[in-house]
């Protein structure tokens, strides 16, 4: 009967490494996106908005099963909600959160309705592009209404979030690093750039 070796200190060496790849190479990715934007330092606008979210924009995931991206599920739906939060809050004295928009025969006291929503999400990863770095680009689509939730005026803004390829870091934390810097590119854009729409410079100056 063979007899069976004792395993040496490079054979278990070998064997975690190989368990390391074999976690590093699978394709499937599930991710809950956690982030934080910091409050912009402007001076706030004298007025008061009401903000709608739609559903799909409260439980916002990106979703692929690809052959490349196999069961991938990311979750940006909270951190989304906190960053447009954070951005109302900086940028206008009174900002209402709405459960629905409003009939048209029965207006709020508001000066203007704020309906934010996410058209597009890309996402890119060192394996994919060969730099080293993640990357992730959002498309975001910002509806103003009146008080009787009639449409005025859409914008639209592109936000991009680049993170460097870490030694020894997981995919997982190098994708939701790029995607909160990506927020981060968000709330700047739409914290000075909403100053600048003829909707609200008309309020401002009725």
């Known amino acids: ?51 709608y979210y739609h559903n799909s924009l409260r439980t916002h995931s990106y979703r692929e099963n690809s052959e490349e991206r196999a069961n991938w599920s990311i979750a940006t739906g909270s951190s989304q909600i906190a960053m447009f939060e954070q951005v109302w809050a900086s940028t206008f004295n009174t900002v209402i959160s ?4 409003p009939d048209a025969d029965s207006p709020l006291s508001a000066d203007l309705i704020v309906v934010p929503k996410i058209k597009e999400m890309q996402l ?25 939730g009639i449409p005025i005026e859409n914008w639209e803004i592109v936000s991009y979030g680049k993170a460097e390829k870490k030694r020894f870091s997981s995919r997982s934390t190098g ?6 810097l990506a927020l981060r590119d968000a709330g700047a854009k739409l914290s000075t750039g909403i100053r600048k729409q003829g909707t609200i410079r008309a309020l401002l100056h009725k």
């Open 1 to 51: 009967m063979a007899s069976r070796s004792t395993p040496t200190r490079l054979d278990r060496t070998l064997v975690a490494m190989l368990v390391l790849l074999a976690g590093g190479c699978s394709r499937s990715l599930t991710i809950q996106v956690d982030n934080t934007v910091p409050a912009a330092l402007i001076e706030s606008l004298p007025l008061t908005v009401a903000v």
């Open 124 to 148: 890119g990863t060192p394996e994919e592009t060969f730099f080293d770095f993640y990357e992730a680009w959002i498309s975001y689509e910002i509806s103003l209404l009146t008080a009787a």
């Open 175 to 180: 994708l939701n690093d790029a995607i909160s």
């Open 98 to 101: 709405l459960p629905q928009l």
